[in-house]
């Protein structure tokens, strides 16, 4: 699913807002004072008992976005570690099987942070980086080591080879699959539900009554706006960074006057 940031952030909470006030409007047409005002006791409690479900629901969401945007860092800075182990180990193999590993090493950084990221943004991935990670993972396909430093490090090549796979399918599955449509569905319905309880009460101003309840939208927007920044990890404006990859590069070309890491940063252009 494809995210846009400010946009849908701003889309959300705006049109929570709208919609509670078109709310408590269409609620006083068509619902008589008096009959509303009788209705206050089963109203409040049964906004208390609403309330309180979608309340605990909206927070576990949005603290399994927040879990779901940590592993998004966390398997970025892992499959980042493992090319560079590669691409070290290599340096201890013979003249030929390390030019052709620590080449499609960089080959490969490169294509992540300047071709795969943007596409990350929109739910996509690059091919050709893909298919320069499984030639990395056959790189070695036919040699066999002959000395005891090779036979040593060979094992330790092909298992960072493996992982370096994996977790590139884990961090694609993961651009291309934000919070389930149902989720937004229930999301959605719940918030609409307990607005209405909401303008059920019946006051005798109606800007105060307005007011009350674009405010507990705008609390509501807010919140999900927060599921759409966590939820969806490599697009909108809070987004997992590609720095570990152009660290990475500046490992391969001999460069180490790179600054510290940071976790939180806009997608490379």
């Known amino acids: 699913m494809e995210f846009h940031g400010f946009t849908t952030g701003l889309a959300i909470i705006a049109g929570g807002i709208l919609a509670a006030i078109c709310l408590v409007g269409l609620v006083r047409r068509t619902f008589h004072k008096e009959i509303l005002q009788q209705a206050h006791d089963i109203t409040g409690n049964l906004l208390s008992v609403v309330g309180t479900l979608y309340a605990v629901l909206l927070g576990l969401i949005v603290v399994d976005s927040l879990v779901h945007f940590e592993e998004a860092v966390d398997v970025v800075q892992k499959e980042s570690n493992a090319l560079a182990d590669i691409f070290l180990l290599a340096g201890r193999l013979p003249a030929a099987p390390r030019e052709r590993v620590q080449e499609t090493c960089k080959a490969y950084a490169h294509k992540v942070v300047e071709d795969e990221w943007p596409q990350m943004a929109r739910a996509r991935a ?36 493996r992982e370096l796979w994996d977790y590139r399918r884990e961090r694609i599955g993961t651009a291309q699959f934000g919070v389930p449509a149902v989720e937004w569905f229930v999301l959605i319905v719940g918030g609409a ?70 976790e939180h940063e806009s997608p490379a252009p």
Do not use: C, W
């Open 126 to 161: 690059s091919q050709e980086a893909r298919r320069l990670a499984f030639e990395l993972v056959k790189s070695l396909d036919g040699f066999e080591p002959a000395t005891e430093s090779e036979k040593a490090v060979f094992p330790m090549l092909l298992e960072q080879m």
């Open 193 to 262: 539900v307990t607005v209405l309880f909401a303008g059920l009460f019946r006051t005798q101003s109606v800007g105060l009554q307005r007011f009350l309840t674009a405010l507990a939208a705008l609390l509501i927007g807010l919140n999900l706006y927060l599921v759409s920044l966590f939820g969806y990890p490599f697009a909108g404006e809070l987004t997992v960074s590609s720095r570990p990859f152009q660290v990475d590069i500046m490992i391969f070309e001999g460069r180490h006057d790179g600054g510290p890491l940071q």
